[in-house]
């Protein structure tokens, strides 16, 4: 687990072996496709764990047990047995809470146009700024999404150096010609995405990161109620996102993301937190109430 205590850090990576920073589990879902060599789709799976896992994504060091764990399912929706595939990624990635073994979700986004070209023979080479293969392109975008969220949930705002990669990324995509880049091309694209977090209008929404998980989650252990007041007051900045007009995808996908574990923290919490917090996500996630009327009626 991440170390905690800041007068650590340096200890600790004076002791640990480097290695990298994701440890990641792909999966390439090919059960809509009947009729073809299924070896392929086994193979760009070996491919892609490998790629994931053994990156070095930045000069950080990572012990082994620091390692971000988050899954990639890529479900093929089409291939005709070419190169070009057709599908859509759903992409997880989560953090420990201190002193416990609960795992809290960080990102959970659904990417419906994760199209790309693979020949099974080439093999897949990453390189900074990749362009060329959007395969890697989409592979690396959310590598650094990832790593992104789960620092901005440990210092505030420290996930700032992976997100600029991303948008970098995002930036160089503009000229290709494939899709789930563009901006204005959709509201919940790749471009909208990083465009959402890096909004300097949506700052206290990033900071919302490190408010809930480290202030919030990562005290409840030691002291609920304390974690849990926390946590309630750092999701009010929502509100003014929400009068403001400010919703994007990045929001969205918080809420996506949290809504379940906000519905468990304050189905048990006292009843004036609970009447502002179910109060408040009926006017933020009026789409989810039924996934946060536990906080209410306790089931």
Known sequence: MK???LSLIALTLTLTAPAQELRC?????????QGTNKQIFTTL???LNNLMNNRKWSNATYATNERIECSFVITIKNYSGGDTFTGELQV???RPV???SYFTTLFNFRDQNFNFTYVESQPLETRENQTSNNLLAMLNFYGYIILGYDADSFSRLG??????????????MQNSSETGWKAFESDHNRYALINGILDEKLRPVRELYYDYHRLGLDVMADNVDNGRAKIASSLMVLRQANSDKLYNVAITSFLDTKIDEIADIFSNG?????????????DVAPSMQKRFEKIQNGK
């Open 92 to 94: 997880q990635a989560r």
């Open 159 to 172: 996930g700032s150096p992976f997100f600029h990669r991303a948008e970098e990324i995002a930036n160089a």
């Open 98 to 100: 201190f002193n416990s």
């Open 45 to 47: 799976e070996k491919e």
């Open 25 to 33: 589990r792909v999966q390439v879902n090919s059960s809509m496709i």
């Open 3 to 5: 170390e905690i205590i």
């Open 270 to 282: 006292q009843p004036k937190e609970k009447s502002e917090i179910y109060t408040l996500l009926q």
